[in-house]
């Protein structure tokens, strides 16, 4: 399974949703499978503005096979706040 760009926004709109509740409610259920593969989830930063440079900034991942929904929201979250290698994301970081 290749990541589509349905999955990235999912991915993008549950950390939203996790960090910012009050204006960002959960994502809808994506029309996406929900079967279960193994996954990561990597979120990359810009380094600069007008580049197409970028830099880890957090990665979680299994090759136990996850449910894709629930595991994707997981990941999102986990890769983004809980990699100890980084600073927490945050609205307006």
């Not at 349905?6 to 910012?20: K, T």
């Not at 197409?52 to 929904?69: M, P, Q, V, W, Y």
């Not at 629930?70 to 986990?78: C, K, Y």
């Not at 990699?83 to 609205?91: E, K, L, P």
């Amino acid at each position: 399974m290749t990541a589509t760009a349905e999955m990235c926004i999912y991915c993008f709109d549950s950390l939203l949703s996790y960090l910012d509740s009050r204006h960002h409610p959960p994502p809808k259920t994506p029309s996406f499978t929900d079967e279960s593969f193994p996954l990561f989830v990597t979120w990359k930063k810009k380094i600069r503005r007008r580049s197409n440079d970028s830099e880890l900034r957090g990665c979680i991942g299994t090759f136990k096979a996850k449910k894709l929904h629930a595991g994707l929201s997981e990941f999102a979250v986990t890769s983004a706040v809980r990699d100890s290698r980084w600073n927490q994301y945050g609205i307006g970081i």
